[in-house]
């Protein structure tokens, strides 16, 4: 079952909101999804599986990474975001009042794919993404498809693999 609801305990109270169905139509929201997955994978792109899988199928001059090919690399990824909006499930966990986004996945449980997981910096370890993938978490089939150097400190369940092909 989808989640609706993450829950949070801050100084002793506990806070709550809606997690929903991210509202294509709204460029607030489809915008914050689009740039914090860029930052986030842009800090430290050669952790994304991409950059080194496209590195070895031949973005390398003289044994360098090429920056032309980077860029191609960039390119290519924000198409297949853009893609990926459109056809996955994206979860926004946000405020009570909607107005501050706490956190998001891009998901294709029907398929046990999860392509993204943000949680905005001051709401990190609470268990806001645990709460945004509750479904998947128990399921010993579920590949990711993108990784990121903050990502990479975070335990996965049990069975999950990595796959940046399974992006495309």
């Known amino acids: 079952m989808t989640p609706t609801r993450w829950t949070i305990v801050e100084a002793g109270e506990e806070v709550s909101g809606p ?50 090919y980077r860029n191609d690399f960039w390119a290519a990824h ?13 979860r926004l966990a946000t405020s009570p009042s909607g107005h501050t986004f706490i956190g998001w996945a891009c998901v ?5 794919y999860v392509h993204y997981v943000h949680v905005t ?7 806001i993404a645990r709460q ?7 399921r010993k089939d579920v590949l990711y498809t993108n990784r990121t150097y903050d990502g990479d400190s975070c335990p996965l369940p049990q069975g999950w693999r990595f796959s940046a092909l399974r992006m495309l």
Do not use: C
Request: glycine share 8%; no cysteine.
């Open 19 to 68: 997690i929903r169905a991210l509202d294509l139509a709204s460029t607030d929201e489809v915008n914050h999804v689009r740039s914090s997955w860029y930052h986030t994978l842009r800090r430290k792109p050669e952790r994304s599986g991409y950059v080194l899988m496209s590195d070895a199928l031949g973005g390398q001059r003289q044994g360098k990474p090429d920056p032309t």
């Open 78 to 90: 924000a198409e297949r975001r853009e893609t990926l909006l459109r056809r996955a499930e994206v």
């Open 108 to 112: 294709e449980p029907w398929r046990g």
């Open 132 to 138: 945004l993938l509750a479904d998947m978490l128990d």
């Open 121 to 127: 910096k001051e709401f990190r370890r609470h268990g």
